[in-house]
């Protein structure tokens, strides 16, 4: 059968292939955003929810700072409380996560909330496990702990920057809250100050790591897209050139190609312990076909007959136009034995109908067999198939002669 390259719906071929073969790459600047935007969101998503799995780790931390120099029930208050906005955070991510593609920004509230409900935990730190009294010892600690860990969480927002603005409203709104409440405290309230300062420097920073990611993915999937379609256009034109214009069936250089490639002695692919028979094909007085009714109505039988031959063919079978209305098949693996049968069951194809309902021109076909030799050449091969054509050409027509 005719040797081709997968289509757009062929299952093997990925996503963003199978869509350049059907339409052109995306040229608007706004959609190779958005699908920047598509795949940092997700990304954004994945990697939060991984940094949550080792949040545990950083409530150890805490516990050993505090240790001593906190009561037990406002430590078991803010671990209480960060284990619940810990597990609903996880949740939302992972029901987000399972969502479908293309439904998962329509659900962006869910990471936002996530990130919002991370922020506003650590940041609870400042409340709830800082004493009225001691507070100089324990307050540069929870401060270190509080800006290293915005500092370490910010990479993961670099994909998606909307989810860290929500990550800083949420620590940021505790902060203010805790400031308002204690505003006659200086202390507090200059630690508040600078802990704004340091998250609206982290912002600005991560608003232009942000845009800088995004301009990149977007130009990674712009030179994506170009060079899956370059490929495509190749692959095309690869088909195009070993592909009969007329039949579709493969053409004489991808016969030729084929036979040096895997059946030549001595060739790359050398498979003389495999037997390879041929069939030379050719419709008898199709010359006369074509005086009587026609080029039109000749070209018409022509892919008629490579249909209903492709129809006795096997899949690893290559057939081929070999020139005017004669043909080749290529049979890997079959002795003369199997190719006189198959030859047979085409000859009877086409013998018993007419190729057309309208010219019905009954028409006929000589086949030629052989089967290949020990170290004969392919160009032998071909040749003997050819003589055995001619053979039955002058035994009388629609007949299968085996070479010798």
Not at 155 to 179: C, E, K, N, Q
Not at 295 to 320: C, M, N, Y
Not at 332 to 337: H, I, N, R, S
Request: aromatic share 6%.
């Amino acid at each position: 059968m005719q040797a081709s390259l997968p289509g757009p719906d062929d299952p093997t071929l990925n996503p963003l292939a199978s869509w350049l073969m059907r339409t052109k790459p995306p040229t608007s600047a706004r959609t190779s955003m958005n699908v920047a935007l598509e795949l940092g969101f997700r990304r954004c998503a994945q990697d939060l929810r991984g940094l949550l799995l080792t949040t545990p780790l950083g409530w150890l931390l805490v516990a050993w700072i505090c240790w001593d120099r906190v009561p037990v029930e406002q430590m078991g208050l803010w671990l209480g409380g960060f284990a619940i906005s810990w597990t609903i955070a996880l949740l939302l991510l992972t029901l987000l996560l399972r969502l479908p593609a293309p439904q998962r920004r329509r659900h962006g509230w869910m990471l936002h909330v996530a990130a919002a409900l991370d922020g506003m935990a650590w940041a609870a730190m400042v409340p709830l496990l800082l004493p009225d009294q001691g507070a100089d010892a324990l307050l540069p600690w929870l401060i270190v702990v509080l800006c290293g860990g915005a500092a370490m969480t910010a990479p993961i927002y670099a994909s998606y920057i909307r989810a860290h603005f929500a990550y800083l409203v949420g620590l940021f709104g505790v902060l203010l809250g805790h400031t308002l409440w204690r505003f006659q405290d200086l202390q507090h309230l200059s630690i508040t100050l600078g802990l704004t300062l340091f998250l609206v420097l982290l912002s600005w920073h991560m608003r232009r790591v942000g845009h800088s990611a995004e301009e990149a993915m977007r130009l990674q999937l712009k030179n994506t897209a170009k060079n899956e379609r370059l490929a495509g256009l190749l692959r095309m034109a690869r088909r195009d050139a070993e592909t009969d214009a007329l039949t579709g069936l493969a053409n004489r250089r991808l016969l030729d190609s084929t036979l040096t490639n895997r059946w030549q002695v001595g060739g790359r692919n050398d498979r003389r312990e495999r037997p390879l028979s041929v069939l030379m094909l050719d419709l008898d007085h199709f010359k006369r076909v074509n005086d009587t009714h026609g080029h039109d109505v000749g070209d018409q039988i022509l892919k008629a007959f490579a249909v209903r031959t492709s129809e006795q063919l096997r899949k690893p079978d290559l057939f081929a136009r070999y020139g005017g209305e004669e043909f080749t098949v290529l049979l890997p693996g079959t002795d003369a034995a199997r190719a006189l049968l198959i030859a047979e069951r085409i000859r009877a194809a086409i013998a018993d109908m007419p190729l057309l309902a309208e010219p019905a021109v009954p028409l006929t076909v000589s086949i030629g067999v052989a089967q290949r030799t020990p170290n004969e050449s392919t160009e032998s091969l071909l040749a003997r198939a050819d003589a055995a054509l001619y053979a039955a050409k002058q035994g009388g027509r629609n007949r299968v002669t085996l070479a010798e």
